[in-house]
């Protein structure tokens, strides 16, 4: 039979609930495994692979999740076996209700992730990419991450308890409830009544008010700061660096990735009247962000910041012309040194000089990527920009 009864399960509310209960565990897994395989340059093919299998499963169950619901509510729901069982039965509907809110609030927090942050393991088709309304931004990235998980904790003790209940129905009451979802066996009593229905959904919006507003507020990670934060104005000699960013950005999987250093110092002496000067800038590599390959980025493969902590880069300053400067000189970096030129503007206003400028970089000079032969998974330029605001130091 297609549709249901009151004592039975349909073949289509079958095909739902085990299609979708298939792929949610499938993916609870999936999570689990991405959480705690170790960030390198060895594993990011393989985190690839898994979270785009990740994030294609979970949209799929969106998908049956918003027909499942467009069925359900054409259909009667099978009455409980044991209604005079009120906790039990008030219980296992609670339970439902849960797992109904769970197979939209996890593949939407998920997807709100993946639109937030930049980069990394794209969703395959058929399904889009970005959900409208997103913005880039890592903290709503991180945001909805936490609620992710702490949804994803939420699903699986409910299912762990609903399939203890499924069990004991199988095993110790030796009832129909596992037969009657399994091969659409008619049981039950016509005159039985579901649990108070505002009840068990009450308690399962509550589950999630608590679930979702404590990963929102108490369990929200600590902000770290934006990408490219203000830096602290430490040098002295020339001028003072006020504000800055220094920003990169790379093509990964065919999308341009960009992130930046929080931590970086720059002492730049310059004259005005010649155009010449000098700049040395020390960039704190531990402080990188780059979306969602951050972790990547700074592993052995690439920045390898566990060893090569600190870049610095040392030039000379030449006006080229008007407000055209640029700096010559060395960029040191994973322990190489490399000749390079930033082109930048130069513009003065009393004592204030705003700059900025921008480099193309190729990783393979500095020997990054080694594992990346070809420019498919992460392309070989890395564009390198700059901008601050200095003033005349007293
Ligand atoms: C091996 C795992 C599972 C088993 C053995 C199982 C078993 C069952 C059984 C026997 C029922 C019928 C209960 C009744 O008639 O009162 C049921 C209903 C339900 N299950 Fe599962 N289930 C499993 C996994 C899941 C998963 C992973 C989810 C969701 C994420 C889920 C969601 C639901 C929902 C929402 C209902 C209520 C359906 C309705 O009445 O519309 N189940 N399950
Ligand atoms: C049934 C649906 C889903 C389930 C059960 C699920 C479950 C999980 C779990 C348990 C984790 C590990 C926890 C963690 O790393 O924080 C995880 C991580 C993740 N999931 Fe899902 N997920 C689902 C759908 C999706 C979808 C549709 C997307 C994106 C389109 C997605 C994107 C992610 C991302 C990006 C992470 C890594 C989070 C991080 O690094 O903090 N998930 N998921």
Known sequence: MIRNTAASYGRVARFFHWSIALLVLLDLGLGVAG?????????????????????????????????????????????PLHPERRLET?????????LYAAIFLLPLSGWVI????????????????????????ERLAELAANVHWIAGIVLAATVAAHIGGALKHALIDRDSTLARMWNGRAAGDAKAAHAGKAASTLAAMGVWAIAIGGALTVFAPAHEGEIAARQPAQSTAGWVVQEGRLAISVTQMGAEVTGGFANWDARIEYDPDSGAGTVRAVIDTTSLKLGSVTEQAKGPEFFDVATHDKAVFEGDIRRVGGSNHSAAGALTLVGQTVPVTLDFDLDLADDRATVSGSTALDRRDFGMGAGYPDESTVGFSVTALIELVATKAE
């Open 35 to 79: 959480k705690y395989t170790p960030r390198s340059g060895d594993t990011v093919g393989f985190l690839q692979l898994l979270y785009s299998t990740h994030k294609t499963i979970g949209v799929t169950v969106l998908a049956l999740a918003v027909l499942r619901v467009i069925w359900a509510v054409t259909q009667p729901r099978p009455l």
């Open 114 to 137: 993946h639109s937030a942050e930049v980069g990394f393991a794209p969703i395959w088709w058929p399904f889009a990419q970005d959900l409208p309304f997103i913005p880039k931004s």
């Open 90 to 98: 008030f219980a296992a509907e609670t339970a439902h209700w849960v």
